[in-house]
Nanobody
Framework: QVQLRESGGDSVETGGSLRLSCVAS????????MGWFRQRPGKEREAVAT????????YVADSVKGRFSVFADIHKNTVYLQMNNLQPEDTAMYYC?????????????????????WGQGTQVTVSS
């Protein structure tokens, strides 16, 4: 059983920055694909950014491209989401997900993580 622990969520003003962290209690094999999803109020869950840590391949959603980036420290089984120039529409619960899916699916923009392990989420609130 893989456990994921997110941290870093906070309340910030528009234009602020946050870095979310997700630590996985499992080997790199079990968590080779890790990513961040968010659920905004009244919206469906959406993928924000994913990373296939073994080769460093990433995916970033168009809605946050240029402002968010994802990177990982495989030695720490940790994935990060750097969020810059935060906007009120970024207000959401952010979740970390992980599984061993293939790189092409993980970073192709279509990974729904339906069979992945999930963290409890960390709240990000951006005020205008």
């Amino acid at each position: 059983q893989v456990q994921l622990r997110e941290s870093g969520g906070d309340s910030v003003e528009t234009g602020g920055s946050l870095r979310l962290s997700c630590v996985a209690s499992a080997s790199v094999y079990d968590t080779s694909c890790m990513g961040w999803f968010r659920q905004r109020p009244g919206k469906e869950r959406e993928a924000v950014a994913t990373i296939y840590s073994g080769i460093g391949r990433t995916y970033v959603a168009d809605s946050v491209k240029g402002r968010f980036s994802v990177f990982a420290d495989i030695h720490k089984n940790t994935v990060y989401l750097q969020m810059n120039n935060l906007q009120p529409e970024d207000t959401a619960m952010y979740y970390c997900a992980a599984d061993s899916t293939a790189a092409s699916y993980c970073t192709g923009g279509a990974w729904t993580a339906d069979r992945a392990y999930w963290g409890q989420g960390t709240q990000v609130t951006v005020s205008s």
